[in-house]
T-cell receptor, first 111, second 112 residues
Framework: GQNIDQPTEMTATEGAIVQINCTYQ??????LFWYQQHAGEAPTFLSY????GLEEKGRFSSFLSRSKGYSYLLLKELQMKDSASYLC????????????FGSGTQLTVLP | DTAVSQTPKYLVTQMGNDKSIKCEQN?????MYWYKQDSKKFLKIMFS???????INETVPNRFSPKSPDKAHLNLHINSLELGDSAVYFC???????????FGPGTRLTVT
């Protein structure tokens, strides 16, 4: 099975940098995703890592260490619209490549 | 154009009733999913179909029955609704299985 841990809540200030951590313990690993979900809306894809290292995409970056079972999402130059829940999801190694989601980190950006 | 659509958006019903939620995607994807998101915002996979074949069937009461008439549609029928079924149900699609998923807007089901 999969066990995924994320902090429940985080608060940061507009313009700052915030790092959201995700640790996982899995019986099979085949990639890690980050999704953003605004209140009352659908999750939307942010980033994907399958190899160790940093993936950068504009203000958002995601890092993966497979040996440590650890990932983080880095958000730079925070904006008010970044207030949302950030979901870490691990893809299993079975043929269905099923995603298991963490419970999400609710980020609040303050002015 | 809406990529993944669901109907209805809101569904309020009484315990014991039977209801259906419909999902359609126009992305040309082969794989579709149903997720349940409870009040604690935990998003959990229920079912997945690839090319109309069931590939994921998690531990879900058999009151829940998915149906995929074609690759673009995945419906969810729920019999004998219970209070604990109250949640937001999201449909999603991807190509191939396990790749970046596109989610529908969700159906908020309230059972009274």
């Amino acid at each position: 099975g999969q066990n995924i841990d994320q902090p429940t809540e985080m608060t940061a200030t507009e313009g700052a940098i915030v790092q959201i951590n995700c640790t996982y313990q899995t019986s099979g690993f085949n990639g890690l995703f980050w999704y953003q979900q605004h209140a009352g809306e659908a999750p939307t894809f942010l980033s994907y890592n399958v190899l160790d290292g940093l993936e950068e995409k504009g203000r958002f970056s995601s890092f993966l260490s497979r040996s440590k079972g650890y990932s983080y999402l880095l958000l730079k130059e925070l904006q008010m619209k970044d207030s949302a829940s950030y979901l870490c999801a691990v893809r299993g190694s079975g043929s269905a490549r099923q995603l298991t989601f963490g419970s999400g980190t609710q980020l609040t950006v303050l002015p | 154009d809406t990529a993944v659509s669901q109907t209805p958006k809101y569904l309020v019903t009484q315990m014991g009733n039977d209801k259906s939620i419909k999902c359609e995607q126009n992305l040309g994807h082969d794989t579709m999913y149903w997720y349940k998101q409870d009040s604690k915002k935990f998003l959990k996979i229920m079912f997945s179909y690839n090319n109309k074949e069931l590939i994921i069937n998690e531990t879900v009461p058999n009151r829940f029955s998915p149906k995929s008439p074609d690759k673009a549609h995945l419906n969810l029928h729920i019999n004998s609704l219970e209070l604990g079924d109250s949640a937001v149900y999201f449909c999603a699609s991807s190509h191939p299985p396990g790749e970046k998923q596109y989610f529908g807007p969700g159906t908020r089901l309230t059972v009274t």
